[in-house]
């Protein structure tokens, strides 16, 4: 469904794409969010969790910047997980200003129990286009992303 707005052509075909863009999108997070409220995660805890995993210790600035959220939402994000003992803080030692967030053990290993059920919901997602178009999709992505 397209929108009923009145406008140029070009207006409506981009605003007809923008639509169909974030209901794409809407529709995949909600199947993701499906398999994750099993793992007691958040999209933002279980994304935080994977950059950790796979990045390594990172500033929560660092982390806000990776995962396109606000120092806010990162700062709750964190305290959740660290309640739940799967990230823990520590202050640097070369920069006491800067506070790092690493993975615990128990943060590992619930990524590790995890990340497979994702990547397989994610394959199931994507087998309706094809590997060309997927390629396509991931450069017209970042094309708008950093635009």
Do not use: W
């Amino acid at each position: 469904m397209g929108s009923n707005y009145k406008g140029t052509k070009e207006e409506v075909r981009v605003l007809n794409t923008y639509i169909k863009l974030q209901r794409a999108t809407d529709s995949v997070n909600a199947r993701i969010n499906s398999f994750l409220s099993k793992s007691g995660l958040t999209e933002s805890q279980f994304f935080m969790l994977d950059a950790l995993f796979h990045l390594g210790p990172l500033s929560q600035k660092e982390l806000g910047n990776k995962l396109l959220k606000s120092g806010g939402n990162i700062t709750m994000v964190v305290d959740n997980l660290e309640e739940r003992k799967l990230v823990k803080r520590k202050r640097s030692k070369k920069d006491r200003r800067l506070i790092y967030v690493h993975l615990t053990e128990k943060g590992e290993k619930k990524i590790k129990e995890y990340l497979p059920g994702v990547v397989d919901t994610l394959m199931k997602e994507m087998k309706i286009i094809s590997t060309e178009d997927q390629e396509t999709l991931q450069r017209l992505c970042k094309k708008i992303g950093f635009s």
